[in-house]
């Protein structure tokens, strides 16, 4: 296929949270889709290392910007080094995320903190810093959580008060930013094999009997769902919560 067919050709992404599991998956499917692709990565700078190798050896583009999705001076700056480098931002896709909890009456408040500071703060930085690149067809997604739609086990309210604060988040900058011609949709996964939550892990014995199609689901599947949202053939897609779980909330 030739480059000018793809439907991202000429785009300039950047992912955070993008050097493994459901951001990995991401990264190398816009790259594949002909996009140029920078990525955040936090703890896992050989893996970030790894994913640019398999780009650049597929004749892609990439670059890995070492950034804490919870510090907002290093999300800026990762917003600043991609527009620096490549010239333009037209896509973000808002991954980065941590899971921590427990009953709620054992929650440390430095878990509560650190929390909203990765899945809250740091989506509400690098939505405000990308957009203000942005041209007309330019297009913010974020990672949700089918949690927030039916929560399958205790422990996990932390986790869902954070993609809930997302998903309200989302509904509302489509007024803000819809008359700009960007577009803003949330995914959320359901029961998706990572390493936060490996099917086998512990989680998967609660949830795997609900789900509707018997598996798990793998990062390219939520990936898929995310390049649709990024293209031009979405164009019309904007405040949409969009649910790939395998049925498990259904």
């Known amino acids: 296929m030739s480059s000018h067919t793809l439907p991202l050709a000429g785009k300039v992404a950047l992912v955070t949270g993008g050097s493994r599991s459901i951001g990995a998956a991401i990264v190398k499917r816009l790259a594949a889709d002909g996009a140029t692709v920078a ?3 936090s703890a896992s700078p050989a893996r970030a290392a790894e994913v640019v190798r398999d780009i650049e050896a597929a004749g892609g583009r990439a670059l890995a910007i070492a950034a804490d999705a919870g510090n907002p001076d290093a999300v800026r700056a990762a917003v600043a080094h991609t527009v620096e ?3 333009r ?16 009456g054992d929650i440390a408040f430095e878990d509560y903190e650190r929390m909203i500071a990765v899945n809250v703060t740091g989506v509400f930085v690098a939505t405000q810093e990308a957009t203000r690149h942005m041209q007309q067809g330019g297009r913010v997604i974020h990672i949700g959580s089918s949690m ?10 932390l986790y869902t008060l954070t993609k809930g604060a997302v998903t309200g988040f989302n509904r509302s900058l489509v007024r803000d930013l819809g008359p700009r011609g960007i577009t803003v949709n949330t995914v959320h ?3 998706t094999d990572t390493d936060m939550n490996p099917d086998g892990g512990p989680v998967s014995k609660i ?15 939520i990936a898929t769902v995310v390049a ?6 979405a164009a019309f897609v904007t405040g949409a919560d969009i649910v790939a779980d395998g049925g498990f909330t259904a």
Request: net charge neutral; glycine share 18%.
């Open 228 to 233: 649709f949202l990024a293209s031009p053939a």
């Open 85 to 87: 480098t490549f010239g």
């Open 207 to 221: 949830v795997g009997p609900g789900m509707a199609i018997g598996r798990y689901g793998q990062p390219q599947e």
């Open 148 to 157: 927030t739609r039916y929560a399958a086990f205790p422990g996990a309210s």
């Open 89 to 104: 931002l037209d896509i973000l896709v808002n991954n980065a995320g941590i899971a921590l909890g427990g009953p709620i």
């Open 39 to 41: 990525f955040t990565y």
């Open 189 to 191: 996964p359901g029961p």
